[in-house]
């Protein structure tokens, strides 16, 4: 499986950008997928994930700014911002995992398990797209 994250850059405070996780030799029909983000230096923190049956689940500073969703025909998994504030800046990762990582997720967005908890139930991890928002 690769997965190649696109479409970073940098925004001032209020802007939008759409992320792209172009998705290859993967042919699961259950699964996970999430984004998750990092600043240097920090913690990785996950984002937001969806599942084959397209439920969703967030974390709780990115509701109603930020949506997950997918187009299976071209593999592709997509995160719409909006109204981004400058502690989203970070590098933001694409992650794939069985159908059960995203029961893990909604655990660790409730505040129950930590990252680390969460961090091996995805087997594969692309190489991050950089997302600037400046004030």
């Known amino acids: 499986v690769q997965l190649a994250e696109s479409g970073g850059g940098s925004v001032q405070s209020g802007g939008s950008l759409r992320l792209s996780c172009a998705a290859s030799g993967f042919t699961n029909s259950r699964y996970c997928v999430a984004w998750f983000r990092q600043v240097a230096g920090k913690e990785r923190e996950g984002v937001a994930t969806?599942?084959?049956?397209?439920?969703?689940r967030y974390l709780d500073s990115v509701k109603g700014r930020f949506t997950i969703a997918e187009d299976n025909d071209k593999r592709t998994l997509y995160l719409e911002m909006n109204n981004l504030k400058p502690e989203d800046t970070a590098m933001y990762y694409c992650a794939l995992g069985s159908s059960g990582a995203c029961i893990t997720m909604g655990r660790y967005f409730a505040g129950r398990i930590d990252l680390e908890d969460v961090t091996p139930k995805f087997g594969d991890w692309g190489q991050g797209t950089q997302v600037t928002v400046s004030s």
């Open positions: 969806i599942d084959h049956d397209g439920d969703t």
